[in-house]
């Protein structure tokens, strides 16, 4: 990023400014004790507490949600160490080896390498934030409409693409999303469009319902099915601090999965729970002894956190720089801050270079309180996990309910709410890819515009595939993006028949 | 069939979709054309999707279809079709009584269905100090004007 010392410091100073180490505090605190519950992700996590963020200025609720986003991902740990229980995908991998850990009785050793390389993992990406945020922002600078709608387009397709076994499933999602997007007036036309007269979608539905609905409303739906069941029997926590041959086991680990982490998180699509599979896969391979991943290897533990840690701090740099959000994560936080006022995109770089740096101070800060209160405070956090879920889960949807009546003062947004939790509930179910649609709600109007004022210039779609070096990039790398997952599928086919010929 | 009850129904949304933008007015400022244009490409791609997800189903017709399963369990479609209830309950009163009352009702509500009446001290006390709490928290903290 250049050497722009004086803006580092003035950063560093105003993150230190008692009301924006409150918000960091605040979030890390809020972001942990949400992840922890078992089903809550960060998304949810961030979607209930928009309301909040109103009226504050646009650094600041950015901090706020940043620092829920990886306080999230500390705390989602906690559970599955704990309880088996991953809060969300990118906890899965820590269950791995961390409940066996707890199942021998190291349960606090485990809790405590997870924080320590969650804050490994987190430093290393703030870092690689600095090398490559600002050069990415310049880059992106020449974008015209043509490369933007490029742009949305590998976006939306990586995230497809990456939809685990589910392309079709995420064709769907995303073209309800956009489809969504395109309910109000046309703002080039001042046409109505999918209103059925009703003039509270005169401005369109707004995507923060969508949101609230599907992460929260949905969340808890889907939630209500497996109320009963109990949960799997906590462990002591034992001792809380881990041993020298325990750290020499997993420095090299945590160092060197925290940019593996890093770039997983900053491709579109990919995100924290690709990032702890790619780490534990790839640590197992490195492994003396990977007979012992499973069993309650404690590298096994520590290769996922720290990189699920750099992925959501990798996250932000397509939102903060091209001012496309890459996960479901980053659109929620991209659409709460553009409702701020607040534009992210190459330009805010240049225009708001103090905002920026806050920022990033703000998660050097923000990983080092959260290591602090994970470790420290680890006996109160544990007892999180005690809240009965029959009385945490109406508290949340009144939450929602109040969440989007801020939003317009508007009833009939209450009705979407519903439909949306419902929708989300049956995505749930039927395994549907949330993010493509969430994304697809929130790029949907300006991939819109883009795409018409493109089509203006260059007459016809094949014209705006070839209007520049960078859109026949970007158009290529869809292709393959697409592309990969359908041939890799069809080798594993054939391969498959193969074997089944030949065993016959 | 359930099974095909998914792709079906968003074969008819993209239908619907479709038949919409087609039908919507023409513009009078710039290309007459100009709204159709996204929303058409989307409900073809709608359509498509759709069509071939149905045959991605298809091939699977012999095995059981599991998705709703979990919503025919134990007290599950209890909860589900209450809470709905209660949410639309809410909806209706929310302007009407006020933010306090019918957040107490509706919070009230949720906690009998999912904690029983046996808990009835428990459930009434969180109805009424949550309520209070979100009510103080948004009207008076964040100065949001509620009903």
Redesign the interface.
Known sequence: MGLDTEFIVEGFKVAMQPHNLFWIALGGFLGTVVGMLPGLGPATAIALLI??T??MDPTSALILMASIYYGAMYGGSRSSILLNTPGDGSAIAATFDGYPMAQKGQAGQALAISAIASLIGGLIAVVGFILLAKPLASFAIRFGPAEYFLLMIFTLSAIVALAQGAM??G??A???G??IS?VGI?L???????TGGNPNLAEGIDFLVVIIGIYA?GEV?YN?????RPLGEKKSVGKKWITKEQWNRTKWPMLRNGPIGFFVGVLPGAGGAIASMLSYSFEKQLSKKPEEFGEGAIEGLAAPESSNNAASVGAFIPMLSLGIPGSGTTAVILGAIVMLGLKPGPLLFENHPDMVWTFINSMFIGNIFLVILNIALVGMLVKVLDTPP??L???I???A??GT??LN?N?TD??LL?IF??LGL?MK???FPVAPLILAVIVGSE??QN??MS??KNDSFLGIITESPITITLAIMTVLSLGYPLLTNWLRNRKLEKNIDRQQ | MLRFATPLFFLLVGIVSLIATLNLPKATIGNANGPLYFPLLISIILIVSSIVYFFQEWKLRGIEFKDFKLLKEGKAPRYLILSLIMMLIYTFLFERIGFLYSTIIFLGGLMFLLNGWKKWLLNISIAVIFSFITWYSFAVLLQVSLP
């Open positions: 309301p909040i109103f009226g079709v499933k064709f769907i995303m073209a309800v956009l489809l395109t046309d080039q036309t001042g046409v109505y469009r999918f409303v739906l209500y099915l497996t109320i009963d029959k009385v889960y109406p508290l949807l009144l939450l309910f109040i009546f801020t003062y009833m209450f009705f519903i939790g419902l049956v179910l039927l395994r991939m819109e795409f018409r089509i203006v």
